[in-house]
T-cell receptor
Framework: EAQVTQNPRYLITVTGKKLTVTCSQN?????MSWYRQDPGLGLRQIYY???????DKGDVPEGYKVSRKEKRNFPLILESPSPNQTSLYFC????????????FGPGTRLTVL | KNQVEQSPQSLIILEGKNCTLQ??????????LRWYKQDTGRGPVSLTI?????NTKSNGRYTATLDADTKQSSLHITASQLSDSASYIC?????????FGKGTKLSVKP
């Protein structure tokens, strides 16, 4: 079954404690991205990757890092989380063409105290 | 500035009725326009993808239209079901990025 998985699904942490949210896809997709979704603001892109070792900033990259060492994995790293990073996070992937369907993961609800 | 505006923000309809959701965009250059359905607490699921040259695309009871001249799109839902209750998000693709609307929250009541 084609899918994008994220872990953990829920996380409560404290300010400054480094964390990583993992994302994996089984569709051999080239393009992967991370979004955050906040009430009233919709989905906003954090980072994206067009292939292995190729990453670029989206609209709201501050406070986040990513890496793409393998095609299937695209982890999101918060080196020093702050309360304004409390949000619902989605990972997504699609093939190489702009008209390819984009598949979203189930989401990670992060709370930073 | 690239923007995608959706209306209405929310909508309540009775089961079995039809409804139409609107999307206006000021995005350039335009690659394609997508509609997603997002159930509460879940990831968005793709309904349709339309390129510049397409003006209608259907997916079951969902029909999307696109007028690239006026930069407007609509999503028509026919014979609504309780399971259609969700947020519907219009997304316009530009090279390297997707511009998301804030969504229309649809509630279908029995």
């Amino acid at each position: 079954e084609a899918q994008v998985t994220q872990n953990p699904r829920y996380l409560i942490t404290v300010t400054g404690k480094k964390l990583t949210v993992t994302c994996s896809q089984n569709m051999n997709h080239e393009y992967m991205s991370w979004y955050r979704q906040d009430p009233g603001l919709g989905l906003r892109q954090i980072y994206y990757s067009m292939n292995v070792e190729v990453t670029d900033k989206g609209d709201v990259p501050e406070g986040y890092k990513v890496s793409r060492k393998e095609k299937r994995n695209f982890p999101l790293i918060l080196e020093s989380p702050s309360p304004n990073q409390t949000s619902l996070y989605f990972c997504a992937s699609r093939g190489g063409f702009s008209t390819d369907t984009q598949y979203f993961g189930p989401g990670t609800r992060l709370t930073v105290l | 500035k690239n923007q995608v505006e959706q209306s209405p923000q929310s909508l309540i309809i009775l089961e079995g009725k039809n409804c139409t959701l609107q999307c206006n965009y000021t995005v350039s250059p335009f690659s394609n326009l997508r509609w997603y359905k997002q159930d509460t607490g879940r990831g968005p699921v793709s309904l349709t993808i339309m390129t510049f040259s397409e003006n209608t695309k259907s997916n079951g009871r969902y029909t999307a239209t696109l007028d690239a001249d006026t930069k407007q799109s609509s999503l028509h839902i026919t014979a609504s079901q309780l399971s259609d209750s969700a947020s519907y998000i219009c997304v316009v693709s530009v090279p390297g990025n997707l511009i998301f609307g804030k969504g229309t929250k649809l509630s279908v009541k029995p």
